[in-house]
């Protein structure tokens, strides 16, 4: 969606439509529950966490800075949310888990069932190694590595310098390295 469409929608229900936060719902609610499924692994928590997200910012549509993007802006308050819901998840003592569900692309054009038990066990292996790294390596690999965010766009997801995100994600793709080492991947 262009900015400035989000910005007259986002005008709109400031002053007193709501309904014309609907579009801006159906254009986020996709990448958002991905990225919340990448930094909470199940669906069920993600869509909880996507959804809070939403109400969160439009009860604060109007202390939006209209000078920056809403994606981002979006993002940071998605983020913080599924923060939230992990640490309360570790209060809890509750273990995390990691969903099937979650759908990578590009999509694989084999459908045999050899190449879907590959995928599956490759997938349960990111999971596995990504659990290992820790959460802020983890969430600057699900931004750039499975959403596709540029440096830019993650340093103000994360409200980090742009060199700090370049930074943050070489020690992760290492640490993410190490981790499926350690659970036995071995590389060319």
Known sequence: MQAEVELELIRKCTTGDPRFFEPLVRAYEG???RVATGMLGDTDEARDALQEAFVKVFKNL????????FGPW???????????????????????????????????????????????????????GLDAIGEDHR????????????????????????????????????ALKAALEDLGVQYP
């Not at 109007?62 to 993007?69: I, L, N, V």
């Not at 069932?113 to 999971?127: G, I, K, M, T, Y």
């Not at 590595?145 to 793709?173: C, K, M, N, W």
């Open 31 to 33: 990448p958002g529950l």
């Open 62 to 69: 109007s202390r939006f800075d209209k000078k920056r993007a």
């Open 74 to 128: 979006f993002f940071q308050i998605l983020r913080n949310q599924c923060r939230d819901m992990i640490r309360a998840r570790n209060s809890r003592g509750a273990r995390e888990t990691r969903d099937e569900r979650l759908e990578f692309r590009p999509a694989d054009a084999e459908k045999g069932p050899e190449r879907v038990r590959q995928r599956s066990a490759a997938r349960d292996l990111l999971w596995r």
């Open 139 to 174: 969430e600057v690999i699900v931004l750039k590595e499975l959403q596709g965010f540029r440096y830019p766009e993650i340093a103000e997801i994360l409200d980090i310098p742009e060199g700090t995100v370049a930074s943050r994600l070489y020690h992760a793709r290492r």
